[in-house]
């Protein structure tokens, strides 16, 4: 009996000691537990189980007087007569930072061609950049000062020759991002109100012109509102950690998880989304600067979801293949490459080699072997080798 009693205690010890040990290593290793692990259980069991955002309107509601401080810079550059009398099936912004004028100019010469689109396709795309101020470093010396003024003239000289540039009198920065998000949606309401569809998209993106306005004349013909498609991102938690490009410290997002929202990378809205996200913009605080995630504050304060679509990319990139050709919309991270890019996804053989029973056939055994991975990379998702 007494034997025995002492054996249990010796056992309750033994698992006593053990747990302190895992509690402390558990404890050691908090930091980055509560970094990644931690706060995405935390931000998927409040996206999922508790699945209420309505406060974030609420909180986040301020004057309009206050609200306008974020969209009331002067246009340096504009075209405020670009849609004028078209029937525009999409106004495409491409966000871009003023030394990019070879991305831009690539854009312009490929995906991004006005005169393309409407011969080829048949329909009026407009395509425009919205950008900011080019920065001048404080501790630049005079003269530098002034090259930074010579960057100016040659943004306007740039714009003589395409007449394609919006850009307003802020900074151009990463922490201005929402300021161009608010510039986007501000220049269609005023200037290009009956867009059908707008589009806004990184300078480092292709963009499948064919599939996609062969995709919105469908969506358009058959009248869809409340359309926000893009590569979702749900319950995505606020990073908490400094060392982040993306911290958002607590004062400016106080809670557990972001609405739903699609990468900023490319993503489509319906014109009466479009104009409600305007609405919206007149009335939040507009200071969270990553502005995929405003883009869902202002979203979830007029009620508006996003939908996922398989093959536009987030961040990710599209294998290189006629079978993936057929079906992308977006694809993420292309500089050097979107010249041939572009000449090998719009080439005629594209349709030949995928179409029939036999090449449907053939393009699903390639793309479960091209995108269905046991490891994650990022790409589009298994899922879109059936769609
Ligand atoms: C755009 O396309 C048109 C017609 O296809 C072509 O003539 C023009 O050179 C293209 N523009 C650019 C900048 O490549
Ligand atoms: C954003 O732009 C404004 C206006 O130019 C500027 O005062 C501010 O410093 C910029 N913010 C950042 C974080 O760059
Ligand atoms: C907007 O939010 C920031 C913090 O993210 C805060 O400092 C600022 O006071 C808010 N603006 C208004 C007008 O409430
Ligand atoms: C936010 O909520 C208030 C009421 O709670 C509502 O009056 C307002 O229209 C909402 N804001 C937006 C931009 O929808």
Same mark, same amino acid.
């Given at each position: 009996?007494?034997?025995?009693?002492?054996?249990?205690?010796?056992?309750?010890?033994?698992?006593?000691?053990?747990?302190?040990?895992?509690?402390?290593? &558990?404890?050691?290793?908090?930091?980055?537990?509560?970094?990644?692990?931690?706060?995405?259980?935390?931000?998927?069991?409040?996206?999922?189980?508790?699945?209420?955002?309505?406060?974030?309107?609420?909180?986040?509601?301020?004057?309009?007087?206050?609200?306008?401080?974020? @969209?009331?810079?002067?246009?340096?550059?504009?075209?405020?007569?670009?849609?004028?009398?078209?029937?525009?099936?999409?106004?495409?912004? &491409?966000?871009?930072?003023?030394?990019?004028?070879?991305?831009?100019?690539?854009?312009?010469?490929?995906?991004?061609?006005?005169?393309?689109?409407?011969?080829?396709?048949?329909?009026?795309?407009?395509?425009?950049? =919205?950008?900011?101020?080019?920065?001048?470093?404080?501790?630049?010396?005079?003269? @530098?000062?002034?090259?930074?003024? %010579?960057?100016?003239?040659?943004?306007?000289?740039?714009?003589?020759? +395409? %007449?394609?540039?919006?850009?307003?009198?802020?900074?151009?920065?990463?922490?201005?991002?929402?300021?161009?998000?608010?510039?986007?949606?501000?220049?269609?309401? @005023?200037?290009?109100?009956?867009?059908?569809?707008?589009? /806004?998209?990184?300078?480092?993106?292709?963009?499948?012109?064919?599939?996609?306005?062969?995709?919105?004349?469908?969506?358009?013909?058959?009248?869809? /509102?409340?359309?926000?498609?893009?590569?979702? +991102?749900?319950?995505?938690?606020?990073?908490?950690?400094?060392?982040?490009?993306?911290?958002?410290?607590?004062?400016?997002?106080?809670?557990?998880?972001?609405?739903?929202?699609? *990468?900023?990378?490319?993503?489509?809205?319906?014109?009466?989304? *479009? $104009?409600?996200?305007?609405?919206?913009?007149?009335?939040?605080?507009?200071?969270?600067?990553?502005? #995929?995630?405003?883009?869902?504050?202002?979203?979830?304060?007029?009620? &508006?979801?996003?939908?996922?679509?398989?093959?536009?990319? %987030?961040?990710?990139?599209?294998?290189?293949?006629?079978?993936?050709?057929?079906?992308?919309?977006? @694809?993420?991270? +292309?500089?050097? $490459?979107?010249? #041939?890019?572009?000449?090998?996804?719009?080439?005629?053989?594209?349709?030949?080699?995928?179409? %029939?029973?036999?090449?449907?056939?053939?393009?699903?055994?390639?793309?479960?072997?091209?995108?269905?991975?046991?490891?994650?990379?990022?790409?589009?998702?298994?899922?879109? =080798?059936?769609?």
């Amino acid at each position: 009996m007494f034997l025995k009693f002492r054996r249990i205690r010796r056992c309750q010890c033994m698992q006593l000691m053990t747990t302190c040990l895992v509690l402390s290593v &558990v404890m050691v290793c908090w930091e980055q537990l509560d970094n990644s692990v931690v706060s995405h259980v935390k931000s998927y069991s409040y996206r999922y189980l508790v699945n209420r955002f309505i406060y974030i309107n609420k909180s986040l509601t301020i004057p309009r007087e206050q609200a306008r401080s974020f @969209s009331n810079f002067q246009y340096l550059l504009d075209h405020p007569d670009k849609c004028a009398g078209k029937d525009v099936l999409l106004l495409l912004f &491409v966000k871009t930072s003023p030394e990019n004028i070879e991305r831009r100019n690539a854009i312009r010469s490929t995906w991004g061609n006005e005169t393309y689109i409407q011969n080829t396709l048949g329909v009026t795309v407009k395509v425009v950049f =919205a950008l900011g101020v080019p920065q001048t470093k404080k501790e630049e010396p005079s003269w @530098s000062k002034r090259s930074g003024i %010579g960057f100016q003239e040659q943004l306007v000289h740039e714009d003589s020759l +395409h %007449g394609d540039l919006i850009q307003q009198d802020f900074l151009d920065s990463f922490h201005n991002l929402t300021l161009k998000l608010i510039l986007q949606f501000h220049w269609m309401h @005023s200037r290009c109100a009956h867009a059908r569809f707008l589009m /806004t998209a990184d300078d480092d993106i292709f963009v499948h012109m064919p599939n996609l306005v062969s995709y919105l004349q469908d969506m358009s013909s058959r009248g869809v /509102t409340d359309f926000w498609i893009g590569r979702v +991102h749900r319950g995505a938690p606020p990073i908490r950690s400094k060392d982040s490009k993306y911290y958002v410290p607590f004062e400016m997002y106080q809670w557990l998880a972001y609405p739903d929202y699609t *990468a900023g990378a490319g993503y489509v809205v319906s014109g009466d989304v *479009a $104009d409600k996200v305007y609405q919206a913009t007149l009335t939040l605080n507009a200071s969270i600067y990553i502005d #995929d995630v405003f883009m869902g504050i202002c979203a979830n304060a007029i009620g &508006v979801t996003p939908q996922e679509h398989v093959y536009f990319s %987030g961040e990710g990139k599209a294998p290189y293949h006629p079978c993936i050709y057929d079906q992308m919309m977006t @694809s993420h991270g +292309h500089v050097e $490459d979107i010249y #041939d890019l572009w000449k090998a996804a719009t080439h005629p053989q594209v349709k030949q080699r995928t179409s %029939g029973l036999m090449g449907r056939l053939y393009c699903t055994a390639v793309k479960m072997a091209l995108l269905c991975k046991p490891y994650y990379f990022n790409t589009y998702p298994c899922k879109a =080798a059936f769609f």
